[in-house]
């Protein structure tokens, strides 16, 4: 099951209990391997100023730099029952209310003297009728006559546990599923306290006082209903100083075939780095407690601390890895929106670019305009030198050509060409007459002619016959800023023969 690597990975900091004295160990876990951050043996706490040993303790933490961290404390197993219960498949809160209907079955207190915790040994698994459930007990006075003495020196705890929870974890750091069946017997210098596991019963623990090691492990295994056919693995731990009073090599040899001897390092997790003071056989117990510290997630999880007096790992140790990890998540967002985002800024940039020589074009469009609005107005100027002649030119010539039976009353002369209005003896010919001239074409009658007593009333409209010199020069244009010339009207005569007259 790779996904319980994720839970061997922290750090942590353990303390047992160990007579008179406290073994602490540290340690930082990783998926694969650990590795012991330092030792320290803190003697005669129990006589000594708790202020005194609380500095030494809060030094040691201090010079591996994790004073963040709230230690894990193992309790005597004199001063702790450890029972099992058997019952069916439950969720954890009605599995708590199930132990709690037992409680008084296991312990001889009342029921508001002891602090209690539970935790179901393994997964419930599909058709398991029953589940064995692991219960801590101890005394009130005693834990919190613990918890005073911790918190007057200092030292923060975030749990009390037992032996044979931290052995559980232990185990647990290293193996997925531990060889079952095995048995650790811990020798200290007031008897021997054992934790075992085996295929018929998944948990042993006791303390056993003036009783010899030989008679202690065969109890175990009797206990833990051992078969000659699968032999317990069995590791000697806890044993230095003259601790005990025998050999374990020949008492191991002692046993049968029941049991078979390993070492430490066989059963339960090596370190991958160590400090000089840690020796894995003698330190077996409190390195299990900091393994249970720093990967709590593998073992029980039963704390007999009450929750008012836990104390939680300062949340700054959390601070690089949510830095690493928002930065790695960060990486992830961005790497792929990285191509989206150059695209967006090329395109800005060729937005800009554009816009820039939009700017540019349109200056030059004004500029163009601006020449053709002064080239035309150049243009009007010239046509403007030489339009009185040109006008004069048509007055001479319809003088000269039109008969001396017809005269005009009106004569209004345009850009486009001429309209006059007048009377005639006969005033048909007039527009071959008004056609045949070098100025004028495309004569016709505006009106119907009227008959008069001296003749007939005309009104006749013509175009200007440009010249090819006249081509070149064009008509005046008012969008140029110019106004044309204005038309030349001839003044009413004062009489009919006196304007036919001044016409001729």
Not at 83 to 100: D, F, H, I, T, W
Not at 118 to 124: D, I, M, R, S, T
Not at 348 to 365: F, G, I, N, P
């Amino acid at each position: 099951m790779r996904w319980k690597h994720i839970l061997r990975w922290g750090a942590g900091c353990g303390i047992e209990l160990r007579g008179t004295d406290l073994r602490v160990v540290a340690v930082k876990s990783r998926p694969g391997s650990f590795k012991v951050l330092g030792r320290i043996e803190i003697a005669d706490f129990r006589s000594r100023p708790a202020s005194e040993w609380g500095a030494e303790y809060a030094a040691f933490l201090t010079g591996l730099k994790l004073s963040h961290l709230a230690a894990t404390v193992s309790l005597p197993r004199s001063e702790i029952m450890v029972r099992q219960l058997r019952l069916p498949p439950l969720n954890r809160k009605e599995l708590g209310a199930a132990v709690g209907y037992q409680l008084e079955t296991l312990h001889p207190y009342d029921a508001d003297q002891v602090y209690t915790a539970f935790a179901p040994l393994g997964e419930n698994a599909e058709g398991v009728t029953q589940v064995q459930v692991a219960v801590l007990i101890a005394q009130k006075a005693i834990v919190e006559g613990y918890a005073d003495l911790f918190e007057s020196a200092g030292v923060a705890v975030a749990s009390f546990t037992a032996g044979a929870a931290a052995f559980y974890t232990g185990v647990r750091v290293r193996w997925d599923s531990p060889p079952i069946p095995f048995l650790i017997a811990d020798f200290q210098r007031t008897g021997i306290e054992i934790y075992g596991e085996g295929k018929n019963r998944p948990l042993f623990s006791g303390a056993f006082e003036s009783q010899s090691p030989e008679r202690v492990l065969r109890l175990a295994g009797a206990d833990l209903r051992l078969q000659e056919s699968e032999p317990a693995s069995v590791v000697f731990c806890g044993a230095d100083g003259g601790e005990v009073d025998s050999d374990p090599l020949p008492l191991a040899r002692d046993l049968g075939d029941a049991f078979s001897l390993c070492s430490a390092a066989e059963l339960l997790p090596s370190p991958a780095a160590a400090v000089p003071q840690f020796d894995e056989g003698r330190d077996a117990a409190a390195l299990a407690v900091a393994l249970e510290s720093a990967c709590p997630r593998l073992g029980w999880r039963a704390n007999l601390l009450p929750s008012a007096r836990r104390k939680r790992n300062s949340h700054w140790m959390y601070a690089p890895t949510a830095v690493l990890v928002a930065a790695l998540i960060l990486l992830l967002f961005a790497y792929p929106l990285r191509r989206v985002m150059q695209d967006r800024g090329y395109l800005r940039t060729l937005e800009a670019e554009t816009a820039r020589l939009e700017q540019d074009v349109k200056r030059a469009a004004a500029a163009k305009s601006q020449r053709r609005e002064t080239a035309a107005r150049i243009e009007v100027l010239k046509s403007l030198r030489g339009r009185s002649e040109a006008d004069l030119r048509i007055v001479s010539e319809l003088s000269q050509q039109l008969p001396d039976t017809a005269w005009l009353s009106h004569l209004e002369i345009r850009d486009q060409g001429v309209e006059m209005y007048g009377e005639a003896g006969a005033a048909a010919p007039l527009l071959a007459t008004v056609n045949g001239t070098r100025t004028l074409e495309n004569a016709a009658f505006m009106t119907s002619l009227v008959k008069t007593d001296n003749g007939e009333r005309f009104q006749i409209a013509a175009q200007r016959s440009l010249t090819t010199a006249e081509r070149d020069v064009p008509a005046a244009d008012s969008a140029a800023g110019l106004r044309a010339p204005s038309p030349v009207v001839a003044e009413p005569a004062p009489s009919t023969a006196a304007a036919a007259e001044e016409v001729r």
